[in-house]
Structures are given as structure tokens and as C-alpha cells.
């Protein structure tokens, strides 16, 4: 062990002393809080500030025999119990250990899963009991349905749900897709007669400044139905080596009131949700239409106009207005990330188009090296890999893999820019507003990934730094390695949320950050924006209780619509890999390890972007588990360790949990 790891190790027993001391003293105490499951069974208890042993948030560890029929998302009373937990590749939190003793509340009354032989349901949900006994009725349900259940509840020590209907047949895209939406309770789609009372709404007057000359683009994926952001540069008269960046949102407070019909819908959406072959936007589709800032025609919009020193990329000023623009140009990012790599000039561009383009690019890379030496922002990048699907005819298409190449990052800096602008201004002229946040990492979850990025030979330094961070990775080889170390890293970071204080932006390296520049597809920048309308009219704004609301429920349906999409996602891609079995393919993948269980391998699979699964009977010998490693019978060469690589053939899938089973190549 490095003196390096060997003082970190030291550092965090220190911690965990300190801690167990202060937890023998709480030893059974009850504390009341929120239940969140784990796919390997074990859970924590997320507790009230008030039952923290310090400031921030910390989790009670819940063993799998101390659950007590509690569920994911129940709200649990919990007997703390003297002792600490071991360090465990298992149950990477650390810290107080408790008992259920009482489920106070519920979190759910139904849930989804896949009938199977034996009269029992497995929930969709890996975080629910593994598999449910059905009462009464099927309903005409056969094995391999999809089915709604209420329950599930414990009876005589089983869990036992009944079916309150069919929702399809599993391998039908639709019936995926309606599954998922139904047990991460994702709104239905807006019926015909929202969608037309919704086209009926006028927009709000304000004062706009008129800008017919101002030469204004679009850059978007080329499947992209709203568009709810705009750019345009101008040189700045007074001083050469300045310019003015515009950076121009759809103004959807316009359209939608605070309090009124679709500021409730869009509410309670929270989000767009968008499922491979499902779109499912926040707003009536024809009402996003018309906000939508199209191609020549007049779009009223509400515009960041930012002062930048083209040379250095710092932003010197920042000011805000209300605004009647028109869009000149409609670009994609795979024509504007053409014309960054090879100079290529699509034939609709006109040499104002070129200019454009050629002046954001070079502006906004200038901007982000700025704010990469001042902000010192942590990036990670992680391909995006997604499942294509023809929405129209419910098919699946294939996988295809992205990442953010220099035509995002143009884009992206400038929302980043206008964001800033409008979390200072809300600050400083005091208004209530949403901001995002991002909490700093735990000293001890940092700790155990640099001894796991060790495993895989690498020394990550101090992470609690975030330029010592951006070192790490930059450092990282570019091999399927490196994917795997960034999405353990990601995991040791907490989720960012909303809250209506402005709060650190780890992450970003940022304070008071709002969300401004995606109002037709998130409510929380859809908030900003009504606040601020209030503001330029005079008009009284809602107050921080209000906004401590808005912002809890954002992060929550967040969560639950992020959870949808990688959830119908890894679903498809299950089926993807079905076919290929159907079709008798013997194709190897290449994966690394990632994490070791008694059970098995979990691997990560770069072609795919998904983890398979290889049970411990599947290895050839007898196996011995250590922390990061399934120890052979003989020596070192048969060993399964962290961060190796290994060769696999798919063997099956376990649909009902989610789950493609793999075994070594050649057996």
C-alpha cells in the first residue's frame, strides 16, 4: 500500500472511531425517517435533519434481516443498534446500523411485474421482494403478462399482491413501455382535448424589445421536437475585443400562469420524460409547438444578453429583457460538429450561418477554459448509450452510443452562462427562486473509490479536490477501463437536486445556480421564469416557503423520471439481446469487472452500456470470495479480480429482474 493510501486509510479509521463513539451513545434511541432499497436487499434510512448525528445527511444501515416488511420508500421507525459496520464491498455506506421496528406510512399501493409459473408476480422493481404470491382474480392473466398488482403485503410471513389488471404482453414494445410508465407512475400522455384546450391559451403582454435585425440561430439534435433556446453573437462597438453573447429562451411564462390549469399539469409532470420510442413532454405537444422558437417566424422569447472578453472568456456583465426575436437558421450538432472538425460547409449555410457558427465555437471553447481555471467544474465524460427505437411504428432500431463533442459543448456553455446570470440576479435582487445543487462528496465514499481505482492500478490522488479530481481523470487510459472508473466515481457522488437556497454546485463549482434555460421540458426553470415575470411586472413574487415546496417535489419526480428512462431503457436492451439468443448467436463480448459478490461477477460491457451479470457457478473450480477478488483453487491465473478484463457469451436473460446472464467465453 502507497504512503499516500496508507494515511488515507489511517484518516478514515479516525472518522469511523469518532463516529462509533457518538453512536454507542445513541444506541437504541428511535429515529423516524424514509426507507431506500437497494437492488442487493439491504436498505438505508434516510433520516430528519434533526436525527443527523452531524449537519449532513446521513443514512441509517438497514440489514436485510432487520427490514421487518418494510419496502422501498416507506416511511420507517428505526431502533438504533449499538456496533459499526465493517468495511464491506457489499454495503459501501458506513456509519449507523438500526432495526425497522414500525412502518409508519406506506409509499405504495400497487406495482408492476411480469406474471410467472407458480401463481406469483416478479416485481419490475429489483428494489421490491424478489417474488410476490397472487390472491384472487387473474383477470385472464397468463405467464409472461404484464401486470398492475395491488399490494404488496406481508400475510403469515409472505408477500402477497392481486391483480387489478393486464397491462400486456412482455416483448411488446408498447406493453414495455406501458409497464414502466405505469410503475414509475409517469403520467399518461395529454389527451385530445387538453392538447386543444392548451392550443387555445394567448400569450401575456409585457414590454419586449423588438430585435427583427439581431441574427438569431438554433442548434439541436436533428430529431429534436421543441426548441426552446437560441443563440446570436454581435461584436461590441465600444471595445474590440469584446462581444455580446445572446442567449435566448422560449418565454413559456408567457403562455402558463402560476396556478393555473397546465402550470398544475406541468407540476405534477415535473419533466419531460423521454423513453426510448416515448415522448412524453411536460406541456401539451401543441401547445410546445407553438411557444417552440421556429425558423422564420417571430418567437417571443426571454433573452440573457452577456458581455464576454472574446480573448479571455471571462463574462464582464450580464443583463436580462424580454424580446421578439427571429430565428434565422435551424442547425444540428452533427453538421456544426462537421464544420468544427473538417471545416465542411453544409449548402443551405450562408456565409452568415458560417460566421455565426465559427464565432460561437471559438467564443464559447475560450469560455470554458476560463471557467475550467476559475470554477475548476469536475467533468466526467461518459458516452450516452441509448436504444433507438421508430416511435411511430414501435420498433426497436438498435444501440447507439454518444458523447459531448465540441457542437454540444458549445451550446452547453452558453446555457451554463445565462443559468449563472439568472441565479445572481434572483440573489441579489432578492426574489425567491429554485436553484440546482449539488452537495460535496463524502469524504469516506471517495475513500473506498480510491481503494477500488487502485485495485484497477490506478492512484487517484486526494479527490476532495476538485483540480486534483480533473488530474485523475484526464490521467485515466482510453480503454474500456476508463468508462468503467468514471461511472464508479459518478457513484460516489450524491445526486444534485433543487433546493430555494443557493446552495454549492459541487460539481460545477458554483453558487446560487438556477435553472433558466430549459422551461418547456423542466418545471423548476419553468418557476424561474414566472418569477421573474412577476418581478419585471411589478407583481408580488412567491415566497421561499413556496419555493422549498417546488423544489423538493423537483428533485423527487427527477429521480422517478430518470429511474423510468434507464429503467425502460436497460428493459429494450434485454430485448435486443433476446434476439440475438433467438437467433443462435455465439458473439463475445469484451467487459470488465466491476464489482465481485458471493454470487458472482457484476461486469460492465461497453458495447452494450449495461452490466451483465456471471453467477459464481458459471467460473470453472471452486471459488473463496475476498473484498475485490473470487479467489481460484490453484493460483493467481484463475482468480477474478477488479478491473479485469474478461471475455463473455450471452447465456440468458432474466427479464422479470432486469438481469442478461453471461458466462465466460469457451464454456
Same mark, same amino acid.
Given at each position: 500500500?502507497?504512503?499516500?493510501?496508507?494515511?488515507?486509510?489511517?484518516?478514515?479509521?479516525?472518522?469511523?472511531?469518532?463516529?462509533?463513539?457518538?453512536?454507542?451513545?445513541?444506541?437504541?434511541?428511535?429515529?423516524?425517517?424514509?426507507?431506500?432499497?437497494?437492488?442487493?436487499?439491504?436498505?438505508?434510512?434516510?433520516?430528519?435533519?434533526?436525527?443527523?448525528?452531524?449537519?449532513?445527511?446521513?443514512?441509517?444501515?438497514?440489514?436485510?434481516?432487520?427490514?421487518?416488511?418494510?419496502?422501498?420508500?416507506?416511511?420507517?421507525?428505526?431502533?438504533?443498534?449499538?456496533?459499526?459496520?465493517?468495511?464491506?464491498?457489499?454495503?459501501?455506506?458506513?456509519?449507523?446500523?438500526?432495526?425497522?421496528?414500525?412502518?409508519?406510512?406506506?409509499?405504495?399501493?400497487?406495482?408492476?411485474?411480469?406474471?410467472?409459473?407458480?401463481?406469483?408476480?416478479?416485481?419490475?422493481?429489483?428494489?421490491?421482494?424478489?417474488?410476490?404470491?397472487?390472491?384472487?382474480?387473474?383477470?385472464?392473466?397468463?405467464?409472461?403478462?404484464?401486470?398492475?398488482?395491488?399490494?404488496?403485503?406481508?400475510?403469515?410471513?409472505?408477500?402477497?399482491?392481486?391483480?387489478?389488471?393486464?397491462?400486456?404482453?412482455?416483448?411488446?414494445?408498447?406493453?414495455?413501455?406501458?409497464?414502466?410508465?405505469?410503475?414509475?407512475?409517469?403520467?399518461?400522455?395529454?389527451?385530445?382535448?387538453?392538447?386543444?384546450?392548451?392550443?387555445?391559451?394567448?400569450?401575456?403582454?409585457?414590454?419586449?424589445?423588438?430585435?427583427?435585425?439581431?441574427?438569431?440561430?438554433?442548434?439541436?439534435?436533428?430529431?429534436?421536437?421543441?426548441?426552446?433556446?437560441?443563440?446570436?453573437?454581435?461584436?461590441?462597438?465600444?471595445?474590440?475585443?469584446?462581444?455580446?453573447?445572446?442567449?435566448?429562451?422560449?418565454?413559456?411564462?408567457?403562455?402558463?400562469?402560476?396556478?393555473?390549469?397546465?402550470?398544475?399539469?406541468?407540476?405534477?409532470?415535473?419533466?419531460?420524460?423521454?423513453?426510448?420510442?416515448?415522448?412524453?413532454?411536460?406541456?401539451?405537444?401543441?401547445?410546445?409547438?407553438?411557444?417552440?422558437?421556429?425558423?422564420?417566424?417571430?418567437?417571443?422569447?426571454?433573452?440573457?444578453?452577456?458581455?464576454?472578453?472574446?480573448?479571455?472568456?471571462?463574462?464582464?456583465?450580464?443583463?436580462?429583457?424580454?424580446?421578439?426575436?427571429?430565428?434565422?437558421?435551424?442547425?444540428?450538432?452533427?453538421?456544426?460538429?462537421?464544420?468544427?472538425?473538417?471545416?465542411?460547409?453544409?449548402?443551405?449555410?450562408?456565409?452568415?450561418?458560417?460566421?455565426?457558427?465559427?464565432?460561437?465555437?471559438?467564443?464559447?471553447?475560450?469560455?470554458?477554459?476560463?471557467?475550467?481555471?476559475?470554477?475548476?467544474?469536475?467533468?466526467?465524460?461518459?458516452?450516452?448509450?441509448?436504444?433507438?427505437?421508430?416511435?411511430?411504428?414501435?420498433?426497436?432500431?438498435?444501440?447507439?452510443?454518444?458523447?459531448?463533442?465540441?457542437?454540444?459543448?458549445?451550446?452547453?456553455?452558453?446555457?451554463?452562462?445565462?443559468?449563472?446570470?439568472?441565479?445572481?440576479?434572483?440573489?441579489?435582487?432578492?426574489?425567491?427562486?429554485?436553484?440546482?445543487?449539488?452537495? =460535496?462528496?463524502?469524504?469516506? %465514499?471517495?475513500? @473506498?473509490?480510491? *481503494? $477500488?481505482?487502485? +485495485?484497477?492500478? !490506478?492512484?487517484?490522488? /486526494?479527490?476532495?479536490?476538485?483540480?486534483?479530481?480533473?488530474?485523475?481523470?484526464?490521467?485515466?487510459?482510453?480503454?474500456?477501463?476508463?468508462?468503467?472508473?468514471?461511472?464508479?466515481?459518478?457513484?460516489?457522488?450524491?445526486?444534485?437536486?433543487?433546493?430555494?437556497?443557493?446552495?454549492?454546485?459541487?460539481?460545477?463549482?458554483?453558487?446560487?445556480?438556477?435553472?433558466?434555460?430549459?422551461?418547456?421540458?423542466?418545471?423548476?426553470?419553468?418557476?424561474?421564469?414566472?418569477?421573474?415575470?412577476?418581478?419585471?411586472?411589478?407583481?408580488?413574487?412567491?415566497?421561499?416557503?413556496?419555493? =422549498?415546496?417546488?423544489?423538493? %417535489?423537483?428533485? @423527487?419526480?427527477? *429521480? $422517478?423520471?430518470? +429511474?423510468?428512462? !434507464?429503467?425502460?431503457? /436497460?428493459?429494450?436492451?434485454?430485448?435486443?439481446?433476446?434476439?440475438?439468443?433467438?437467433?443462435?448467436?455465439?458473439?463475445?463480448?469484451?467487459?470488465?469487472?466491476?464489482?465481485?459478490?458471493?454470487?458472482?461477477?457484476?461486469?460492465?460491457?461497453?458495447?452494450?452500456?449495461?452490466?451483465?451479470?456471471?453467477?459464481?457457478?458459471?467460473?470453472?473450480?471452486?471459488?473463496?470470495?475476498?473484498?475485490?477478488?473470487?479467489?481460484?483453487?490453484?493460483?493467481?491465473?484463475?482468480?477474478?479480480?477488479?478491473?479485469?478484463?474478461?471475455?463473455?457469451?450471452?447465456?440468458?436473460?432474466?427479464?422479470?429482474?432486469?438481469?442478461?446472464?453471461?458466462?465466460?467465453?469457451?464454456?
Amino acid at each position: 500500500m502507497s504512503k499516500n493510501r496508507h494515511q488515507k486509510k489511517k484518516r478514515l479509521l479516525r472518522i469511523a472511531d469518532r463516529k462509533y463513539e457518538r453512536q454507542l451513545a445513541r444506541a437504541g434511541k428511535f429515529v423516524v425517517g424514509k426507507l431506500k432499497m437497494t437492488h442487493s436487499g439491504y436498505g438505508f434510512v434516510e433520516l430528519a435533519p434533526a436525527d443527523r448525528i452531524t449537519e449532513k445527511a446521513e443514512d441509517i444501515f438497514i440489514p436485510i434481516p432487520k427490514l421487518n416488511g418494510a419496502l422501498d420508500g416507506d416511511i420507517v421507525k428505526v431502533q438504533l443498534l449499538p456496533g459499526r459496520r465493517e468495511f464491506s464491498n457489499d454495503t459501501a455506506n458506513r456509519g449507523e446500523t438500526g432495526r425497522i421496528v414500525d412502518v409508519i406510512e406506506r409509499s405504495r399501493v400497487a406495482f408492476v411485474g411480469e406474471v410467472l409459473p407458480g401463481g406469483v408476480v416478479r416485481p419490475l422493481n429489483t428494489r421490491l421482494p424478489a417474488d410476490i404470491k397472487l390472491l384472487g382474480s387473474r383477470k385472464g392473466a397468463q405467464k409472461g403478462d404484464l401486470v398492475k398488482v395491488r399490494g404488496p403485503e406481508m400475510l403469515n410471513g409472505e408477500w402477497r399482491g392481486t391483480i387489478s389488471s393486464v397491462i400486456g404482453r412482455t416483448g411488446i414494445l408498447e406493453a414495455e413501455l406501458d409497464a414502466v410508465m405505469a410503475e414509475y407512475d409517469i403520467p399518461a400522455p395529454y389527451s385530445e382535448e387538453e392538447n386543444a384546450a392548451a392550443m387555445e391559451i394567448t400569450p401575456r403582454d409585457i414590454d419586449r424589445v423588438k430585435l427583427p435585425k439581431l441574427f438569431v440561430i438554433t442548434i439541436d439534435p436533428d430529431d429534436a421536437k421543441d426548441f426552446d433556446d437560441a443563440l446570436s453573437i454581435t461584436p461590441c462597438k465600444e471595445d474590440k475585443d469584446l462581444v455580446e453573447l445572446g442567449v435566448h429562451i422560449a418565454d413559456v411564462a408567457a403562455f402558463i400562469a402560476p396556478q393555473t390549469r397546465f402550470d398544475s399539469n406541468a407540476a405534477r409532470r415535473g419533466f419531460s420524460c423521454y423513453l426510448p420510442g416515448r415522448t412524453l413532454p411536460m406541456l401539451p405537444p401543441g401547445l410546445t409547438a407553438k411557444i417552440s422558437m421556429q425558423a422564420g417566424t417571430p418567437s417571443l422569447a426571454h433573452s440573457v444578453f452577456l458581455t464576454v472578453n472574446k480573448k479571455s472568456g471571462e463574462i464582464l456583465s450580464a443583463r436580462r429583457e424580454h424580446t421578439l426575436v427571429t430565428i434565422a437558421h435551424r442547425l444540428n450538432y452533427d453538421e456544426v460538429q462537421e464544420f468544427a472538425d473538417k471545416g465542411t460547409v453544409p449548402e443551405n449555410w450562408t456565409p452568415k450561418v458560417k460566421k455565426c457558427v465559427k464565432d460561437l465555437l471559438k467564443l464559447t471553447s475560450v469560455m470554458r477554459k476560463f471557467r475550467a481555471e476559475k470554477e475548476e467544474f469536475i467533468e466526467l465524460p461518459l458516452p450516452e448509450v441509448r436504444v433507438r427505437c421508430d416511435e411511430k411504428k414501435n420498433e426497436i432500431q438498435g444501440i447507439e452510443s454518444r458523447i459531448s463533442r465540441p457542437s454540444e459543448q458549445l451550446v452547453e456553455e452558453c446555457m451554463l452562462a445565462a443559468n449563472s446570470a439568472v441565479g445572481a440576479e434572483l440573489v441579489k435582487k432578492g426574489v425567491a427562486g429554485v436553484f440546482r445543487i449539488h452537495d =460535496e462528496p463524502e469524504f469516506d %465514499k471517495l475513500c @473506498e473509490f480510491s *481503494e $477500488m481505482a487502485g +485495485e484497477f492500478g !490506478f492512484i487517484t490522488g /486526494d479527490l476532495t479536490s476538485r483540480k486534483v479530481c480533473n488530474e485523475f481523470v484526464r490521467s485515466l487510459p482510453d480503454n474500456p477501463k476508463r468508462e468503467v472508473i468514471l461511472s464508479l466515481l459518478l457513484r460516489s457522488f450524491p445526486r444534485a437536486g433543487y433546493a430555494a437556497k443557493p446552495l454549492l454546485h459541487y460539481a460545477l463549482g458554483k453558487t446560487a445556480y438556477a435553472h433558466f434555460t430549459s422551461p418547456i421540458r423542466r418545471y423548476a426553470d419553468l418557476t424561474v421564469h414566472q418569477q421573474l415575470w412577476n418581478l419585471d411586472k411589478k407583481s408580488r413574487t412567491r415566497r421561499v416557503e413556496t419555493m =422549498e415546496k417546488v423544489a423538493e %417535489k423537483c428533485t @423527487e419526480l427527477e *429521480e $422517478m423520471v430518470d +429511474e423510468a428512462s !434507464f429503467a425502460a431503457s /436497460d428493459r429494450l436492451k434485454l430485448r435486443i439481446l433476446e434476439e440475438e439468443l433467438n437467433r443462435g448467436e455465439l458473439k463475445i463480448y469484451e467487459g470488465v469487472i466491476a464489482k465481485v459478490i458471493t454470487a458472482g461477477l457484476q461486469v460492465a460491457i461497453e458495447e452494450l452500456g449495461l452490466y451483465g451479470f456471471v453467477p459464481v457457478d458459471a467460473l470453472p473450480g471452486n471459488r473463496r470470495r475476498g473484498k475485490f477478488t473470487l479467489y481460484g483453487e490453484r493460483n493467481s491465473s484463475s482468480n477474478f479480480k477488479l478491473g479485469d478484463y474478461i471475455y463473455l457469451r450471452l447465456a440468458g436473460i432474466d427479464f422479470a429482474r432486469g438481469s442478461a446472464l453471461f458466462v465466460p467465453a469457451g464454456r
